[in-house]
């Protein structure tokens, strides 16, 4: 491993676990619930089908990493290679939907 500090003229070459860790992950990066009205219920307003449901993404993730995502993207841009470093990476969003679709 090589990292050059190119502002103070100084490279260090020793390699080190000393900020290795564990990046193993369980996500639930995609859950959704939904139920069906009964048709007895529906006939009696003139429908077909009418189902009720929530849906979300990137709910949970169990993990003992430290960082924000052990699913961390950083490619290596700039002077000092930094592929597979953590380095500011954002979270991955978390999102909610809700919603009925209806059947004629």
């Known amino acids: ?54 849906s979300g993404q990137n709910l949970f993730t169990f993990t003992n990493y430290s960082g924000f995502d052990p699913e961390s993207q950083n490619t290596g841009g700039g002077l000092i290679p930094t592929l597979g470093v953590d380095y500011l990476t954002q979270p991955q969003p978390r999102t909610y939907m809700a919603g009925v679709t209806i059947g004629f």
């Not at 990066?29 to 009720?52: F, H, I, M």
């Open 1 to 54: 491993m090589y990292l050059a500090n190119s502002f103070q003229g100084i490279a260090f070459t020793d390699a080190s676990s000393r900020y290795i860790e564990d990046g193993s992950f369980l996500r639930v990066r995609t859950l959704t619930l939904a139920y069906n009205l009964p048709s007895a219920l529906l006939s009696k307003v003139k429908l077909g089908s009418v189902r009720v449901y929530v």
